[in-house]
């Protein structure tokens, strides 16, 4: 009986004294925000396009943070999906809606001989990527602009076009090779011809 | 003979080096159109220094370095620039990039060029920006800029220096026989490494696979001073990596994200070195290399030395290419190489050899099989990496878990490709996966720089929005602020008229007693009979004070109060009258009730001693806010004009009164009795106020007077007083002469009406003789200028006028007839400001004269009047002195002192008036007539003259004695024109010596 006590005290005290530090370090150390909007917010493109229906990535990652799919974000596409549910151990969804699966990047491009000048995009432009003044040609600096073809709206003349960002030199990448087997061999089989010229 | 280590893995391809070997070095055929890359290796494109159309020379520099991962362009041969245009570059993606396009000349034409006589004398900064700006960059494959490797030794300890002659991968032998050629050049270049580096010792990394390029290489080292060692290592691929050649040269890794620098080491290729030596020795840029030339598809594999910028098309056909046989076209090696399908890209500085390979030399890849996990590839692997693992992670595109298998650090060399049984691209995919990462860094760092952008909208937007807030705010803050000074001034300015008129009351007695003391010091000044220019100086201050004084009572005459107390008590006079008015109305509707003996007559009587209370507070709240600022102004005048507008309400009271009566009367009424009582009580208060009226009048009168004998302006003021008093009379004797024939019972109101002309009469006199008196003061000259100023503006208006009418006229305007009587009148009052001109002018000659007459007896004349008020003045102040002295005792040293002072200003004045008085009558016996005697002779005149009106008053109008009453009035007329005559002359007198 004296040993059921014995044990029943001790337990009690070390429960008591584990919960005291816990109360304490919990006060103590206590972080500030929600940690995970910040990695959910580096996954997202930034766009700021406001294609999830949220005005910007960061309210996004927020309400993704407290319960939303993560399935909304169109320039994101499939990868950004999968980054969002590896993080948060979530089940891999499709894109929501009729989007391509890996959208093509875009850049905005004012046709400058049709632009009257009249600042509407620049207001629009989430990321200050369109050069110009009231009656004065406008441009986008292709470097900033993240293609998200909010600038195109509100355009009362209609010269915005969104045209695919060109590949140059400097921005090409490797290709993936052809995964598909479409022949069976075996390892044998392997450069006949090499062999015979040698 | 230096040691030699070993690396991992690694293979043994077959060499193929034979081939392009066996012949020397070409020069290789000048092609029509050279086009030169601006970029040409790892870093920024050089930036075009010439444009379209520009003759450039062989060596001429075409391309400026922008940054410092960066090295100029020459032109490698003479001719003319005809475009600066994105053409195909060697790249595996076979994209354009831009190209300086020269036509060449064929003449070769060297720019003016010469080597450094002697480097060594050359600082180390300056040798490397010589070497730099001769456009050295790597040439062993990668091209990364020489001088930004030369300056490795700037913070980093080099100790070794190794030359990479090993030239590992199959058929490539560019190396081999630069060395086998130049081997002596080669040694010179490396010396000039040395002397930039010094490094301990240099090791020549050379794979035993080029014995002859080994044994060259000693010939030249034989005399050389410098630590220099040739290595052979075996044959091996890929000992030609840097990282692979440093550890086979010195047993040292370099680490993972370093470079051989941080190990102490650097490395060069030995074509680099020979250009080096070409640039320092004979001050040509780097604008020709050496290419290998090879495979089955040409007939003469050689290596040849190329101009940077010629199309490996020209290369081939030198070579005796046979397309027909080439299925490939690699350049590079065969192992790291990549495929081009357009011949017609330039040869760069990376360029070291091209492959036309036949079907046989490089069959299609096979189809890739899956991985069967043979673990090949991880024993060739010369970085130590796991391949296998690594071509899972690119696969799915887990490119976090491929980077924590230390993807960066394989130098995709294709061994494990080459081992792979299961012929999987696995190079491919890690170039995949590598661009990949490499493409979502960037991603990020654009999405980093699109969130910083967009979060820095969102301030300057939110900044924008609590910045006009701000505004609002601040501008509303202002404006109550202002609101509330507003508010504070108005409270302020209604306190201030006392303020100002306290403080101008205030100066009137400093004035007054500076005066006293003026004339103290004068009058001492003439006691002591001082020198005259004391008297002067004290004459001076005391007309400068006596002017401070009349300035400060003029002032405070002049103040009127702000208009703020007028409007309130106007404001009250208002309520009061419709407090008046109702309990009026209620007073009859209780009369009416009364008499028909309504109910309700008690709530009426309640309502009426209720408005009789309300108009009693509002009466008295008018009168003291009315009567405040006229207490407050303490000015006669105001006092005055608000007596005239009692006697005036009281007036139109009564004839209303008198009005109402006489209605009565005609109609029969039974309070007619009542009425009269009202009557007369109004007559009354009229008596009264008329009383008052007249009292304060005269007494601002006498003001005015006093003011008048000094100030111009207030003439006028007497002569409309004037006219308003000559006015009134009339007026009131209309009044009378309409009243008399009437026979109207009241009498009494008749007798009032004559009293009133009575005094009304006294007053036009009094007002025309203080007006006389004022008159003559002013100065005949300006009196002329007047007339002048008067006649002039007349004529004036006169003019324009006329020119009005003219257009007028012309306009046929309805206002002509209108503007016409205007300018008659006009021109009627020209005509008599004329004649006052013409008088005044006609009167001129004589007047200097009379001036100076009249002027000596004026200025006595005038002191006469206001000497007689100042001794009055200062009798009254020394009598309410003594008082007060009386009153506080005889320890008031102040008070007494005052006491004295003012008995002196009393004795002063005095004797001033006595003097005068005396001068007057010296003055008047001079001209020959007694003053007192006549005016003795006019008071016996006048007792004369009463005499005979008595006289004749006694005897009546039914006196029979005709002829004694005929006497008698003769008598009286007689007297009066006695008294008359007596009384001019003595007026004249007093106008001469007064005026």
């Known amino acids: 009986m004296s040993t059921i006590i014995i044990a029943v005290t001790v337990l009690l005290g070390l429960a008591i004294i584990f919960g005291l530090i816990l109360g304490f370090s919990s006060i103590k150390f206590h972080v500030a925000g929600n940690p995970i909007v910040e990695q959910i917010d580096e996954l997202l493109p930034q766009t700021q396009c406001g294609q999830c229906g949220h005005p910007g990535c960061r309210p996004y990652a927020e309400s993704i943070a407290n319960g939303e799919a993560i399935n909304k974000c169109p320039p994101g596409g499939q990868t950004t999906i999968e980054a969002l549910a590896n993080l948060l151990d979530l089940e891999i969804l ?58 195109v709206a509100p355009c009362p003349v209609d010269c915005i076009d969104m045209l695919p960002l060109a590949v140059n030199i400097n921005s090409w990448k490797w290709q993936a090779p052809e995964t598909t087997f479409t022949k069976q061999l075996i390892a044998t089989d392997k450069r006949p011809v090499v062999e015979l010229d040698s | 003979m230096a040691k030699v280590f070993a690396f991992h893995g690694g293979i043994h391809p077959p060499e193929n080096k034979y081939q392009s070997a066996q012949r ?28 379209v159309g520009d003759k450039v020379l062989k060596g001429q520099r075409i391309a400026d370095a922008s940054g410092k991962l960066s090295v100029p362009v020459h032109a490698p041969s003479s001719g003319v620039v005809i475009a600066i245009a994105d053409q195909p570059v060697p790249h595996p993606s076979g994209m354009s990039g831009l190209c300086i396009s020269i036509e060449t000349d064929g003449l070769e034409q060297w720019i003016e060029h010469s080597g450094l006589a002697d480097y060594k004398a050359l600082s180390q900064n300056q040798l490397i920006d010589y070497i730099r700006d001769r456009g050295i960059a790597g040439m062993g494959g990668a091209g990364f800029p020489t001088a930004v490797k030369l300056h490795l030794g700037d913070d980093h300890i080099i100790n070794t220096l190794i030359i990479n002659a090993a030239e590992c991968e199959p058929y490539i032998t560019a190396d081999d026989l630069l060395m086998r050629e130049r081997a002596e050049q080669i040694i010179a270049g490396i010396e000039i490494l040395q002397h930039l580096i010094k490094p301990s010792h240099v090791l020549i990394g ?10 060259a290489l000693e010939i030249a080292l034989q005399d050389c001073k410098y630590n220099i060692d040739v290595v052979t290592v075996p044959t091996k691929y890929p000992s030609g990596g840097e990282k692979q050649l440093i550890q086979l040269l010195t047993n040292v890794e370099v680490p993972h994200g370093g470079i051989p620098a941080d190990v102490g080491i650097v490395c060069q290729n030995i074509g680099t070195v020979y250009a080096i030596h070409r640039a320092v020795a004979h001050g040509e840029s780097l604008i020709s290399r050496i290419v290998t030339v090879t495979g089955a598809g040409v007939s003469k594999a050689q290596n040849y030395e190329t101009l940077i910028g010629t199309p490996f098309d020209t290369l081939l056909q030198a070579a005796g290419h046979n397309p027909q046989r080439t299925t490939r076209l690699v350049l590079g090696g065969p192992m790291m190489g990549y495929s081009i399908d357009n011949s017609q890209i330039p040869v760069v500085k990376t360029s070291n050899c091209i492959i036309a390979a036949t079907a046989g030399e490089m069959p299609e890849q096979p189809d890739a099989q899956a991985c069967i996990r043979c673990g090949l590839c991880e024993q060739v692997c010369p970085a130590q990496l796991l391949p296998q693992q690594l071509h899972w992670f690119a696969k799915s595109q887990e490119y976090d878990k491929a980077e924590q298998h230390n993807l960066f650090d394989c130098i995709e060399c294709g061994a494990c490709s080459f081992v792979c049984p299961s012929n999987i691209p696995l190079v491919q995919y890690y170039r995949h996966a590598k661009s990949s990462i490499r493409e979502q860094q960037q991603d990020k760092r654009k999405a980093d720089l699109a969130r910083e952008r967009f979060e820095a909208k969102q301030h300057r937007e939110q900044r924008a929005v609590e910045e006009k807030a701000a505004k609002r705010k601040a501008r509303a803050e202002q404006a109550a602020k202002a609101q509330a000074e507003k508010k504070a001034l108005a409270e302020k300015s209604l306190q201030q008229p006392q303020q100002q008129l306290d403080k101008l009351a205030a100066a009137v007695p400093a004035a007054q007693a500076k005066v006293t003391a003026a004339k103290a010091q004068l009058a001492q000044a003439n006691s002591t009979e001082g020198n005259s220019a004391d ?53 009859t509707a209780l009369k009416a009730a009364q008499e028909k003996s309504q109910p309700g007559i008690e709530s009426l009587q309640n309502t009426i001693a209720k408005l009789q209370l309300e108009a009693a507070s509002a009466d008295s709240a008018y009168q003291s806010a009315a009567g405040e600022p006229a207490a407050s102004a303490a000015k006669p005048d105001v006092e005055t004009k608000k007596l005239k507008t009692a006697v005036a309400v ?39 106020a008329e009383l008052a009226y007249q009292q304060s009048d005269s007494s601002t009168q006498g003001s005015a007077a006093v003011t008048a004998i000094n100030s111009a302006p207030d003439l006028k003021v007497l002569k409309t007083a004037a006219a308003v008093a000559r006015t009134k009379l009339k007026q009131a004797q209309a009044q ?25 009469s006294q007053k036009v006199t009094d007002t025309e003789a203080s007006y006389l008196q004022a008159k003559p003061t002013e100065s005949a000259e300006t009196d002329l200028q007047q007339l002048q100023d008067n006649y002039e503006k007349i004529n004036k208006m006169a003019d324009k006028a006329g020119a009005a009418l003219l257009k007028a006229e012309a306009d046929q305007s309805p206002a002509v007839a209108k ?26 000659p004589d007047k200097p004269a009379a001036a100076m007459i009249q002027q000596q007896p004026a200025q006595p004349g005038i002191d006469k009047k206001a000497l007689k008020q100042k001794v009055a003045i200062a009798r009254t102040k020394l009598g309410k002195a003594q008082q007060q002295l009386a009153a506080s005792g005889s320890e008031n040293n102040q008070l007494s002192a005052t006491v004295d002072q003012l008995s002196k200003a009393h004795r002063d004045a005095l004797a001033e008036l006595e003097a005068v008085d005396a001068a007057a009558q010296a003055k008047a016996k001079e001209m020959g007539i007694d003053l007192k005697q006549l005016r003795s002779d006019l008071a016996l005149a006048k007792v004369t003259l009463i005499k005979a009106q008595k006289a004749l008053a006694e005897s009546g109008p039914d006196d029979p004695a005709d002829k004694e009453l005929e006497q008698r009035r003769s008598a009286v007329s007689a007297a009066s024109e006695q008294l008359d005559s007596l009384n001019a002359t003595l007026a004249s007198i007093d106008t001469i010596m007064g005026s």
């Open chain 1, 94 to 151: 499709e894109l929501d809606g009729d989007h391509d699966e890996n959208p093509v990047k875009t850049v905005a491009y004012i046709r400058e001989d049709e632009c009257i000048g009249c600042t509407k995009c620049i207001t629009a432009c989430p990321v200050d990527a369109i050069l110009g003044a009231a009656k004065q040609m406008h441009t986008v600096i292709i470097d900033e602009c993240t293609g998200c073809d909010l600038c």
């Open chain 2, 24 to 51: 020397p070095i070409v020069s290789a055929p000048v092609p029509e159109i050279l086009q030169v890359p601006l970029r040409q290796h790892i870093g920024v494109a050089a930036k075009a220094c010439v444009s």
């Open chain 2, 206 to 215: 050379i794979e035993d696979n080029k014995p002859k390029a080994i044994r």
């Open chain 2, 535 to 587: 008297i002067n100086s004290a004459d001076l201050q005391f007309k400068t004070a006596t002017a401070n004084l009349l300035k400060a009572q003029q002032a405070v005459s002049d103040f009127t109060p702000a208009a703020k107390p007028a409007i309130d008590s106007k404001k009250l006079k208002v309520a009061a009258a419709i407090a008046n008015t109702r309990l009026n109305k209620a007073l």
């Open chain 2, 650 to 688: 009281a007036r139109t009271k009564v004839k209303r009164a008198e009005a109402k009566l006489s209605a009565a009367q005609h109609s029969g009424a039974d309070n007619c009795s009542e009425l009269q009582q009202q009557l007369d009580l109004l007559k009354q208060t009229l008596n009264t």
């Open chain 2, 736 to 760: 009378l002469a309409k009243l008399s024939p009437l026979e109207s019972a009241d009498t009494e109101q008749v007798q009032q009406l004559q009293q009133q002309i009575n005094l009304l």
């Open chain 2, 819 to 844: 503007m016409r009587v205007g300018i008659d009148k006009l021109k009627l009052k020209l005509d008599a400001a004329k004649q006052a001109l013409t008088q005044g002018n006609s009167t001129d």
